[in-house]
């Protein structure tokens, strides 16, 4: 009993590894980075400190310290031993210098007034000697990095910036360079439209999909094939697993050749004087359309693969017998083989909304969500945000919360899914003997 | 209903299965088609009921020409081998198919499925499926199905091939009884003699294609056309001896064993290969025609034993005899056949 049951774990162990490399640790990685807002700018590791032009904006913008702000973006001059020692090395008059030290530990707000500082020694420098002075006490905060907060606080007190608590808080928050924690992802989630619009498109998507090709034609293929003749219906099935073996770029390739202005489409119609567009990205309904059979054609074979087999476990008695029993061909698929495939049915249904939710290699390759985000759906949105944006900056925390939607749900549907199929599938009725 | 098959003919691709058969089942008859493996029985039956196309010839059901019409439009009631239940309905909506499909009015149909189940005895079962029932409930449950829509013909392939030993007893004078009940027209495929005789009102025995006899049970038992069918139909079965005919009796091959051939019987040209049919009951201590041996084998049945005879040319014969302890393997017995009951088959297995 032991030793099997340490043998069962040995045997199992390959695959607890996979499940927890391959499934839950990027799953706990999602949720993770989903609560950051790292992108291009942030980087992925720690970040600095630095007030800038686009800082400054932001601490009067988004944490209302306009004035703070203003009062940060003016430079400062700062008579200190750092500047006194950088004009003893540019080689600045000695007794200008032993002078200024007398003025050690004077701010001066702006530039005019430091330089008018300089101008008032008894070494009377000149005009270019008090520039140059006055540039090594140029104590400005603005395109000073600081590694650490504190180094950052340091610097504002000696400025001599006075600021109350908040302030410097906001100060700290809006100069930090790097990633940050933070919930704002799903704020903006809920509160962006877009994500509305793809939500629809993407139930739409799924569910179109689905029920018309996935499932419904599907199952039309595979119980039209099966009343052929067995050659001719296995030619058939053939062709309709061809779109799933070719390579995708490929397939969608071809697509494109049909619905280029200069393609099959446009030519053809172009004998009857209609002029020449691009049919796949000239409306949304018509992306639509297109995006929805190559999806269709490619999913429709594996439902067929499916039902194909399923239906072919049906002993032929069955056939025979509600032949003899009255039943025309329809009332044969309606009464005996629908009702037998429901649990077909149910797995492909399952199966195929969750790589419908998961895949937008079609979408990506065919109208890449366009025309105008008419047919983004929610994972190639994902893709979109976190791994290829026009703007250039990649938005990784963003992109794994709108992630992190789609893991949400795919676990939801299949721990619903598996519910399903245990209770009726595993919990047989005892064959009673009478 | 009268059920006429005339000059039937049936091949898949270039096989010929049946050529030219013609056959007809009175109504209310029980019919069996009786055969070994591959004769073309179930060929036979599925074309009657439509599944299989007729290659030639007609089917009638009464005056009714039905060679062409498909199975849905033919009103027969089929029992296949497997009951051929659909396993997501219960009993009955198993029954009610038939009737649904027709477009029966629903409390109409729940009569009709009532009425039905109580003649086969399941009225308890209608609530449960295919899978909660043991193999005689199917049976009975296949059997109301194809019953249920008052057919013209009953058919019925192989339906106790599936059922263990006792069911098979108790099932074979149910089906009779329902049979009788109904007054159906029926035709039962097996290849078990037992049942085709047990059954049917008439049997027909078929080999390669061809019916060999058609024959009341007693009547093709007692006076066979041919060697296969004497062979067919007895359990235990007949033991065959081969010889010739010399001086008006018969040689037995390899041995100086004489043996008159019973009186009535045509007497052969000399040198003709002959072969007699003895049956086991008509072997034994009684009878006038000694054949000496050898006790080769017993075996015991309970109230008979069933003695294997080795004659000296080494073929056997059986004797089936009330349970006798002075007889062991090895014995030399002289024991006769009943002269009368001796079947004498030609060369090409025809009765002589």
């Known amino acids: 009993m032991n030793s099997s049951r340490s043998l069962g774990l040995m045997l199992l162990t390959p695959a607890i590894v996979l499940v927890v490399l391959f499934f839950l640790v990027p799953v706990a990685l999602t949720a993770v980075f989903s609560f950051t807002n790292m992108s291009t700018a942030t980087g992925i590791t720690g970040g600095a400190y630095q007030i800038g032009p686009s800082s400054l904006q932001r601490l009067g913008d988004s944490y209302g310290f306009p004035e703070l702000a203003e009062r940060l973006s003016q430079p400062s001059y700062v008579i200190d031993e750092r500047g006194l020692t950088a004009l003893e090395s540019a080689g600045v008059d000695a007794s200008a210098i032993t002078e200024m030290r007398t003025h050690l530990g004077e701010v001066f707000p702006t530039r005019r007034e430091a330089e008018r500082m300089i101008k008032g020694l008894d070494a009377r420098p000149s005009t270019r000697e008090v520039k140059q002075i006055s540039e090594q006490f140029n104590r400005s905060l603005l395109d000073t990095r600081y590694e650490s907060e504190g180094d950052l606080l340091a610097g504002l007190d000696a400025l001599g910036v006075e600021v109350t608590p908040a302030e410097r808080d906001a100060v700290a928050a809006s100069s930090y360079s790097g990633w940050t924690w933070t919930t704002d992802n799903f704020r903006r989630m809920v509160s962006t439209p877009d994500t509305l619009r793809t939500l629809i498109n993407t139930v739409f998507y799924v569910a179109i999909v689905l029920v018309l090709f996935n499932t419904g034609y599907a199952m039309f293929l595979a119980i039209t094939t099966y009343y052929m003749p067995e050659t001719t219906g296995g030619i058939f099935r053939s062709i309709w697993l061809l779109p799933r073996i070719t390579p995708p770029v490929i397939y969608v390739l071809m697509w494109k050749w049909l619905a280029w202005d200069t393609g099959f489409i446009s030519m053809f119609l172009g004998q009857f004087g209609v002029a020449p567009k691009n049919w796949m990205l000239d409306s949304s309904t018509n992306a639509w359309v297109f995006v929805i059979l190559i999806n269709g054609f490619v999913g429709a074979s594996m439902g067929m693969l499916v039902f194909s087999s399923a239906l072919r476990a049906i002993p032929k008695s069955q056939f025979y017998a ?32 969750l790589s419908l939710l998961a895949s937008f290699d079609l979408i990506l390759l065919s109208t890449e969500g366009g025309p105008g985000g008419a047919t983004e759906v929610w994972s190639l949105m994902t893709y979109h945000t976190a791994l290829n944006n026009y703007a250039g900056n990649l938005e990784y925390g963003y992109g794994t919360a709108l992630s992190l939607v789609l893991v949400v749900i795919g676990v939801t549907l299949s721990l619903i899914y598996l519910r399903v199929f245990n209770y009726n599938a595993l919990v047989a009725k005892p064959l009673i003997e009478q | 209903m009268r059920i006429l098959l005339d000059k039937f003919s049936k091949s898949f691709g270039t096989t010929k299965v049946i050529e030219d058969l013609t056959l007809e089942v009175a109504d209310g008859e029980m019919l069996a088609l009786l055969g070994p493996s591959g004769c073309g029985k179930s060929t036979t039956l599925f074309a009657i009921c439509g599944i299989h196309k007729v290659t030639g010839g007609r089917i009638l059901f009464g005056d009714r020409d039905v060679t062409d019409l498909p199975s849905q439009a033919r009103s027969v009631g089929v029992v296949f081998q497997s009951y051929a239940l659909y396993p997501h309905m219960t009993v009955a909506e198993n029954i009610a198919f038939p009737l649904q499909v027709k477009k029966v009015a629903p409390d109409q149909i729940k009569r009709e499925v009532d009425a039905i189940a109580a003649l086969v005895h399941i009225e308890n079962l209608l609530g449960r499926r295919p899978a909660e029932l043991s193999g005689g409930q199917q049976q009975r449950v296949a059997l109301a199905r194809a019953l249920v829509r008052k057919p013209d013909v009953l058919l019925l ?10 069911l098979r007893l108790e099932m074979r004078s149910e089906i009779r009884r329902i049979q009788l009940e109904t007054g159906i027209t029926a035709i039962l495929v097996t290849h078990d003699q037992v049942e085709a005789m047990s059954m049917c009102d008439r049997i027909a025995i078929m080999n390669a294609g061809e019916i060999v006899q058609l024959a009341t049970p007693t009547e093709m038992y007692h ?17 065959f001896l081969r010889g ?20 009535g019987t045509l007497s052969p040209a000399d040198g003709s290969k002959l072969t007699l049919g003895i049956r086991p009951e008509d072997f034994g201590p009684l009878g006038d025609i000694a054949i000496p041996g050898k006790i080769a084998f017993v075996e015991t049945q309970g109230r008979e034993n069933l003695y294997d005879v080795r004659l000296a040319d080494g073929s056997m014969l059986r004797s089936i005899q009330p349970v006798r302890g002075d007889i062991a393997v090895g014995n030399e017995v002289a024991w006769s056949a009943s002269g009368a009951k001796v079947m004498v088959f030609g060369e090409d297995g025809a009765r002589l």
């Open chain 1, 322 to 353: 509600s032949e003899v029993d009255g039943a025309s061909r329809w009332q044969q698929i309606r009464y005996i083989i629908l009702p037998q495939m429901r649990w077909p049915i149910l797995f492909v249904t399952c199966y195929q909304t």
């Open chain 2, 244 to 263: 010739t005919a010399k001086d008006g009796g018969f040689a037995l091959d390899n041995s100086d064993i004489r043996l008159p051939l019973p009186a």
């Open chain 2, 157 to 166: 392939d192989e339906p106790l091939a599936n059922l263990d030993a006792k």
């Open chain 2, 223 to 239: 006076n066979p056309r041919t060697a296969f069918v004497a062979g067919f139909l007895g359990n235990p079965p007949i033991a």
